[in-house]
């Protein structure tokens, strides 16, 4: 007899990662999850390789590199996790404040970790309406019921680049009850070139209820190591400390996480790469009569038109042959659309390439 998991457990449809191969030798261009086009800072790279020498269990607090994130930001060290990725932090809050019986909401294109997160531990999924591919708080706080526990809100959102402004988000967290967890995702914030942004940092200092979640996966370039960590009231983070595993973060992920806070050149250079790139591409591939929905992050939300020949799935098909490989999000309610992470100039040149043949050729066909 096979023994039985948990209620919820095999409601969950496994996450599907963005893919990474193609068959054959030739080279692939991968712009199908979200990695910044420069890599990790040398220092993180060197960092990495000189820790990976020592082979002790790590400092299980991290406290070399919570207390340089503290500086890099101006936090609290105290108030500060880190995590094998801000996905282990996302599981954790779940984990903690979650259970059978209660709710937790997330928004209609919402990453879908939180879904698995809120099913894993037996809780139920809520999800609010999104206006124009933007969350929209009255939408969440109308599915409030006494049962919820926690809304997950990734800000900006992935897979839709979308964001809502600060002044949005203190009303969304003055509209929710306080013993409700309000997570905000801020895995894309050091991406973000709005005046009106607020990555989540005001809204933890100054309520007991609020947490925000950050990664070194995205501009920092260290997605292979498995880095993150979060924001949160003294309580919360007492909480977290008490439940993960006692050596979660691994010695060398530590050390190049030191390192990559050390050299915020390499950031800005990647930050200043992504505006010039993003701001090109959404132009050109408008251009091409495609709608590509404005987009704060280091990737952009491609739709295409849904004719014969002209959808999401031929475009995969047609990139593919180019060995161009970009993110399908059917699972995001996007049947039609594809996911592109903002590349090299040499490949966000290419894909504009094989979207205007492709474009093109199936006119050309009919
Ligand atoms: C990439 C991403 C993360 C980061 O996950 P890690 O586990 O830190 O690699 C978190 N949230 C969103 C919305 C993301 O797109």
Known sequence: ????????????????????????????????????????STAAMDAFKEAVSHERYPDGSARELR????????????????????DELLGLLAQAYLGPGDEAIYTEHGFLVYRIVILANGATPVIAPEKNVRADVDAILEKVTDKTKIVFLANPNNPTGTYLPYDELQRLRKGLPENVLLV?????????CRNDYEAGVELVSSTDNTVMTRTFSKIHG????????????????????RIRGPFNVSAPAIAAGVAALSDPAHASKAADH???WLAWLTDRISALGLEVTPSVTNFLLV????????????????????????????????PNALRMSVGTEDENRKVVAALKAFMENDRSAK
């Open 1 to 40: 007899m096979t023994p039985e998991p948990r209620p919820g457990i095999l409601d969950i449809a496994a996450y599907v990662p963005g893919e990474s191969e193609l068959d054959g030798t030739a080279p692939v261009i991968k712009l199908s999850s979200n990695e910044t086009p420069l890599g990790p």
């Open 67 to 86: 207390e340089a994130i503290a500086a890099a930001y101006g936090l609290n060290p105290e108030h500060i996790v880190c995590g094998a990725g801000s």
């Open 184 to 192: 905000i995702d801020a895995a894309y914030a050091e991406y973000v």
């Open 222 to 241: 260290l997605a292979a190591l498995r880095l993150g960590w979060c924001y949160a009231p003294g309580p919360i983070a007492d909480v977290l400390n």
């Open 274 to 276: 992504n505006e010039q």
């Open 303 to 334: 739709h295409f038109p849904d004719e014969d020949g002209r959808r999401a799935s031929d475009a995969d098909k047609a990139l593919k042959a180019e060995r161009i490989l970009l993110r399908r999000v059917i699972g995001y309610g996007f």
